[in-house]
């Protein structure tokens, strides 16, 4: 569960309650900046994509479904350049990055 504008991953926590299904795992964190996480220089969302991949090494999670939120829409959707981490994205009254960016991806997902 990837965090919007309005919080970290207290934010994360509350949206997670609506879509937790027994069997699964839920997990949270912070994007960068978000309740005094660091945010590293000239960081970009494609980065951002990249630390959320590298959540699932610790606990051995080879694939899993990302949901998101508002402004965590635009780092979120690069997680589809991770097609061997990622098994869906859902995007919840999600900013989505612009044009130029999504034809980048077409190639990778299937855009409806």
Request: charged share 15%; net charge neutral.
């Amino acid at each position: 569960m990837i965090n919007g504008i309005f919080g970290g991953f207290d934010q994360g926590l509350i949206t997670a309650k609506d879509y937790s299904y027994e069997g699964f795992r839920t997990i949270v964190h912070s994007r960068f900046g978000y309740l005094c996480t660091p945010l590293p220089m000239n960081v970009l969302p494609p980065d951002q994509a990249y630390a959320f991949a590298s959540l699932l090494d610790s606990p051995n999670i080879d694939k899993t479904l990302v949901i998101t939120a508002s402004a965590g829409g635009t780092s979120t959707i690069h997680a589809l350049r991770h097609p061997d981490r990622v098994s869906a994205l859902v995007l919840i009254s999600s900013n989505a990055p612009g044009e130029s960016e999504i034809k980048l991806l077409t190639n990778t997902i299937k855009v409806i």
